[in-house]
Structure formats: structure tokens, C-alpha cells
């Protein structure tokens, strides 16, 4: 692919050590890359001098001929006083007066009788014509509606004026001009910030499929995951390029970084021998061979190992908890609302037992943090009631981080009330394992960062020796290596867990049962975690909580509402075993023990012959009538185990993964016929998956 962008050996000060000391890249046409890093190492920064919003100290910064790059900021400042659809046709302005010329040029081309005239002018319309089609121009108006419902906008917001717009609306409102400038290169800082998961699922399908190279700043795992291809991390002022999208970056920083952890040791090591040698002998009988080993070891020094580029992550743990009864929240027809005849949820009726992790799914406003709140007995509820089993000891992270005193130094704020010995040495040892070191543990509460009050808060809840963790969006403000610090801590803690969170990929890695608001303030649970959940929507088999009715018209205009779940990132079925990596010669599926899934057709033939009545079908392979004349519900296919199926999809799956990577290397890549044939190996494959997810559909349903 065509390089659009070479930066070499930027660099940029702030104070005496550098944010971008030497930072090299080359972005290619296409790209999608995910720049990471912890916080504080100079994404925006890198992000502003690409722009052009700041100058570097050195370096050059070079792109290709008419390649324009677009900038979405954190915050921006837009004044303006049209409308949201005025404001948003601004983006457009460029296409339009191209559709204005053409219009005049079509009038002056039936005016002139001039031959040299008309060549000129029908070259000229052409040339406009011919852009015109390449920007699908003649679409603009749809273009415009589709981008502004994606993002989350309705279309009683199009007339809202610009001036009314919250923070998180204008931030909005700038991605959508964003997306419509359609520039080369799109730069993105936390564009996921302020929207729903509705509008977050879709961007991330538009990223997929914009021809636009993208440069993504993002603490969602998830959204990284699903649109990048390519990430950069960027520490200590530097660039590492790795192939692949978050997953894939962490999988070959590990291994990268265990070469390195032994190349330095080696390194050092060397350098420790060569000077306890010259230490020894340097006056001795083997001075000759000390003098030796000095120039050798001014070589060493000339040329340094680089220490291993590790990004420390804060060893967060949460103590052993006691135990506890084996029920420890019964609700029983819970219901409230705080507004007449609008309830935020009603019969809302579950068990949550001891050593389950419990996620609670829903768009903004739904109730969700209200039902927290019932559950602490903090609210009553209108009706019903909520028990708590024997020996709870709760402890609760507030997303407004409300149980941190803004006066206090960081290292009493954490002292929790249950506690009369807790000492200062023991505060400290434990702030230190969320992340909180040196200086910091004696500043006030009020001073902190986001991040740095989000890891005070969570080491207060470590403090409280909890066996009940109830958390609302606990990954607010951490960074990615924080994020990932608290999910290991989760998961490792042996007591119970009820969390709210929009981090997905949080929610995937965490939870083990879901608490999903449904439509008419009704509740479902689910055990599983956030694939099983985007599953179970893609197969009509739950509403989807995110497409409300106030969302229809972004439904019907943005294209939202299809499965949107990775393949890498579907249900998990029982209690699957992860299949072992594939081994560099593996075989295809097909020569595996699995039998091919037969067509629709197929299976109701052979159930027709099976009970002798003749099932009639319709256009997609499928019976008209779902019973026979028992009433009986007739199998669409034959009876397999479960387990048996969930070990075929997951081996296909796996062999769809191999496809994809050989579709990576290069040789392949050359290989025009190779590479058609993988693609068409690849989608005969999803076909019998999704057929294989049927059939386990209705093996779950009617395997009793």
C-alpha cells in the first residue's frame, strides 16, 4: 500500500524530560491504527503536531501529494449559530458548490454554439461529473441524515441550535462533520467519548469500511479491537509498531518484551563481569588481559542495551473475603419509578449467589445505578423488596467517587471507618498497589487527576476487606494498563461481584451473568457475558435494550441493529475449553471427524421421511408449519449432543482464524488466485457456521 504520511525523529519538551524525544513512523494508505499508551505520554501531543495545531522541536513531518488529514479534539470549542443540520452541511460545502457549477455549466453547454467552447466546457463537466460520482454526491442529504442518527442524534435534534448543544452533543456533532469531510487521514481522539453503545457499534462499523486511513486514540479495548489493524505504542517518547489490532499488541508485546528483558540481562551482565574483572586484576599478573577487557567494556558502554520497554500495570488485589450464605441479594417483584407512569424497572425479580459476577446492561437513564441503590437499601423501592443473605460485608465504588474527602491527604482519605488499626506504612504499601506512589499519596484528594481519585476510591474499597463488591463504571478515567489491572483483580477475587460498566470489553472479560434492562421497564438475565448477549440479539432471541423507540428513526436511516459481534468474539457456549492454537501445517476442517451441516432442505427431507408427513417449506429452506399434527414441535435438524456442536463451531472458528492469518503473510498476499481461493474457503466456512448456531439453538431448546 502507498505511504501517506512519514514522520522522522520528532521531538517535543515540556519540561526537562521530553514528551516525544525521537518518534518515527510511516502510515500507509488504508491504515488503521490504534495508538496507545499509558497516560501522560503524549498521544493528544503527537495528535496536535500531526494536525498542525502545534509545532515539534525537530524532526519532519511529510505527506504525500493532496492527502488533507482531519483532527477530532477531546474538547473541542465550536461556536456557531446555525443549526445541527445546518452545521453539519457545512462539512459538506466543497461537494456542494461542485453540484452549483455543474448545474452551471450544464445550462452554459445548451447556450453555446461555440465547438471550441463546448469542448472546454463539456471536459470541465465531465471532470466535475466524474467527482461528483466518486463522492456520491448526488446522495448528500441521505449522507448527512445517516451520520447524524449514527452518532446519535434524532431527528427532532436537527433542528436544535448549535449554541443549546451540551458538551458531549458538540462532541458529537464534530465527529459527524468529521465523517462527512471524509479526509485521508482521520485523526481521533476518544471518539467513543459521550456516545451511546448504539452509536459506538455503529463508528465502529463505519471505521471498517471507510477507505480513510485512521489514527484512533482510545482507552476502549473493544472498540480497538473491532476497527484497527495496526498499533502503535508509544512510551518514553518513542514509537513500537506492531502488527495487528489491541489482542493482537498484547499477545506480541509479551513475547517482544521477553527478548528484550533478556537481552538487557545479558547486557548488563557483561558489563558486571567485565568490571569485576578490571577491579581484580588491574594491577595483578593479568593486567594485560584488564586492559583488554577495559576497551572492551568502553564498547559495551558506546553502545547500551535498551532496558525492556514494559509498561508497569498496578498490581491491583482485593483481600480474601469472608464467607458467605449462598444467596446474597433476593429480589421479589422490585419495582420503582420516580416519575407517574414511567418506571425505571417493575417485577424485577433474580437471585444473585455467592462467587458470581453479576453485570447490569442498559442504555443512560434506565435505572440502572437506581437499582444499585435499592439493592443498599440507599432508595426504597414502590414495591417489592430486596433481602440480603447472611454475612454481607458490602463495599461500594460510587462513579462520582463521592466516599473520597476532598480535604484529606490521599493516605488518610483511604482509612475505612471498620478499621481502628490500620497504620500509615500499611496505607501507603496499599495505595502503591493501585498505582499511587511517592508524592502522590500525600497530596489532597482534591488535587488528584481522574484517574489517580478513580485508584485512591478502589484502594478505600480493597481497605474495607469486603465480600460483596458493588461497582458503578469502575474503569471511569483508568488508562488501558489500569483497565486490564482491575479486570485480573476482579476476576481473582472469591467473594461477589455486581457491577455497572460501558466498557465492553470489560464486561466480556468479567462477567458470568447479565442483568439486561429490556423495553416496557421489564428485566432479563442472562448467564454469560457481553458476546453471549450481542449473540442472543444477532439471533432475535432477546430485545436489544439499546434500540429503543426513541432510537427507531436512527435504526431506519443509520443501518443500526445488525449483528455487530466479531467473530472472534461469539457466545461462549457451556463450558467451552479455548482450542489450542493451530499447529503450522493443520489440515483443513473439512478433513477433521466433523460431518458436513446439511442444507435446510436437506434436514427436512430427512425429517419428513423420519415421521412420513410432508412438511411444507418456503423460499429460505424453512417450514411453513413449526408442529406436526400432535402439536408436537418437529427438529429441523438431527439430534446431536451440544457439546458436540459447540466443539465443531469452535474448531471452525479456529480454522477461519488460521485462513486470516495466512491471508497476512506475504507470499499469499502476492498470490491473487491463492488469496480469492482462501476468501471463498473462509466464506463457505461462516455459511455452515451459521447454520451449526442453529442447530445448537435448537438443541438447547429441545435436547431435555
Not at 232 to 240: A, C, K, M, N
Not at 370 to 384: A, H, Q, V, Y
Amino acid at each position: 500500500m502507498e505511504v501517506i504520511l512519514t514522520v522522522e525523529h520528532l521531538r517535543k519538551h515540556f519540561s526537562a524530560a521530553p514528551v516525544l524525544a525521537d518518534v518515527s513512523f510511516q502510515l500507509r494508505s488504508g491504515d488503521k491504527v490504534g495508538l496507545v499508551g499509558p497516560n501522560g505520554c503524549g498521544k493528544t501531543t503527537l495528535l496536535n503536531i500531526l494536525a498542525g495545531r502545534e509545532e515539534s522541536e525537530k524532526g519532519t513531518l511529510d505527506k504525500a501529494s493532496g492527502i488533507n488529514i482531519g483532527y477530532l479534539e477531546q474538547r473541542p470549542e465550536t461556536v456557531s449559530d446555525q443549526t445541527v443540520l445546518e452545521e453539519a452541511k457545512l462539512a459538506l460545502a466543497p461537494l456542494v458548490e461542485m453540484q452549483h457549477e455543474a448545474e452551471l455549466l450544464a445550462n452554459q453547454l445548451a447556450q453555446t454554439a461555440d465547438e471550441t467552447e463546448l469542448i472546454r466546457l463539456s471536459a470541465r463537466y465531465d471532470k466535475i461529473h466524474e467527482s461528483l460520482q466518486h463522492h456520491d454526491a448526488y446522495h448528500l442529504d441521505y449522507r448527512i441524515e445517516k451520520i447524524l442518527h449514527g452518532v446519535g442524534f434524532t431527528d427532532g435534534d436537527f433542528t436544535k441550535p448549535v449554541s443549546a448543544l451540551s458538551g458531549g452533543e458538540m462532541n458529537r456533532l464534530n465527529l459527524a462533520r468529521l465523517l462527512l469531510e471524509e479526509p485521508d487521514i482521520m485523526l481521533l481522539d476518544e471518539p467513543s467519548n459521550h456516545l451511546d453503545l448504539l452509536a459506538t457499534e455503529w463508528l465502529e462499523n463505519f471505521l471498517q469500511d471507510t477507505s480513510a486511513s485512521v489514527i484512533l486514540v482510545s482507552h476502549d479495548r473493544y472498540f480497538l479491537d473491532r476497527v484497527t489493524n495496526r498499533t502503535w505504542e508509544l512510551f518514553h517518547g518513542t514509537i513500537d509498531d506492531y502488527p495487528g489490532n489491541f489482542s493482537k499488541y498484547t499477545a506480541l508485546k509479551e513475547e517482544r518484551l521477553n527478548v528484550q528483558t533478556r537481552t538487557y540481562e545479558k547486557y548488563i551482565e557483561e558489563v558486571e563481569k567485565a568490571k569485576e574483572f578490571i577491579r581484580r586484576n588491574h594491577y595483578g599478573m593479568k593486567a594485560a588481559q584488564a586492559e583488554d577487557r577495559r576497551k572492551k567494556l568502553e564498547r559495551l558502554l558506546e553502545t547500551p542495551a535498551s532496558p525492556p520497554r514494559k509498561i508497569e500495570s498496578p498490581p491491583m488485589r482485593f483481600n480474601k473475603p469472608s464467607r458467605t450464605g449462598d444467596i446474597i441479594f433476593r429480589c421479589e417483584k422490585l419495582s420503582k419509578s420516580f416519575t407517574a407512569g414511567k418506571p425505571l424497572f417493575r417485577d424485577l425479580t433474580f437471585d444473585i449467589e455467592r462467587g458470581q459476577r453479576w453485570a447490569i446492561l442498559g442504555p443512560n437513564g434506565c435505572g440502572k445505578t437506581t437499582l444499585l441503590r435499592c439493592l443498599l437499601n440507599e432508595i426504597t423501592p414502590d414495591s417489592g423488596k430486596s433481602v440480603h443473605g447472611q454475612g454481607l460485608k458490602i463495599g461500594y465504588f460510587d462513579q462520582q467517587l463521592h466516599v473520597l474527602e476532598d480535604s484529606l491527604q490521599v493516605v488518610d482519605a483511604i482509612r475505612p471507618v471498620n478499621k481502628k488499626i490500620f497504620e500509615e506504612p500499611a496505607r501507603r504499601s496499599l495505595l502503591g498497589l493501585f498505582g499511587l506512589t511517592g508524592d502522590q499519596q500525600l497530596q489532597t484528594v482534591a488535587s488528584l487527576s481522574g484517574g489517580q481519585r478513580c485508584r485512591a476510591a478502589l484502594a478505600k474499597l480493597s481497605a474495607e476487606d469486603a465480600n460483596v463488591l458493588i461497582l458503578d463504571e469502575p474503569t471511569n478515567h483508568l488508562d488501558l494498563w489500569a483497565r486490564a489491572a482491575l479486570e485480573k483483580a476482579v476476576r481473582e477475587f472469591e467473594g461477589t461481584v455486581l457491577f455497572i460498566s460501558h466498557d465492553r470489553y470489560f464486561v466480556d472479560r468479567v462477567a458470568d451473568h447479565l442483568l439486561i434492562i429490556q423495553p416496557n421497564a421489564r428485566f432479563k438475565t442472562l448467564e454469560g457475558n457481553y458476546s453471549t448477549f450481542r449473540h442472543m440479539v444477532s439471533k432475535g432471541l432477546m430485545a436489544d435494550p439499546f434500540l429503543t423507540d426513541a432510537f427507531s428513526d436512527r435504526k431506519a436511516a443509520g443501518g443500526i441493529g445488525k449483528s455487530m459481534v466479531p467473530a472472534t468474539q461469539q457466545p461462549q457456549l457451556r463450558n467451552h475449553k479455548e482450542p489450542n492454537p493451530r499447529k503450522e501445517n493443520s489440515q483443513p476442517i473439512s478433513n477433521k471427524k466433523y460431518k458436513e451441516p446439511l442444507r435446510k432442505e436437506e434436514h427436512w427431507k430427512n425429517q419428513q421421511g423420519k415421521t412420513g408427513e410432508t412438511v411444507p417449506l418456503d423460499n429460505t429452506g424453512s417450514p411453513n408449519a413449526a408442529k406436526n399434527k400432535k402439536g408436537k414441535k418437529i427438529r429441523r435438524f438431527p439430534f446431536r449432543k451440544i457439546h458436540e456442536i459447540e466443539e465443531e463451531i469452535f474448531a471452525r472458528e479456529t480454522q477461519i482464524m488460521a485462513w486470516n492469518e495466512d491471508l497476512l503473510r506475504p507470499e499469499i498476499a502476492r498470490d491473487g488466485e491463492r488469496s480469492k481461493a482462501i476468501h471463498r474457503e473462509i466464506q463457505e466456512e461462516q455459511d455452515k457456521i451459521a447454520l451449526l448456531y442453529e442447530h445448537w439453538e435448537e438443541a438447547n431448546e429441545l435436547n431435555w
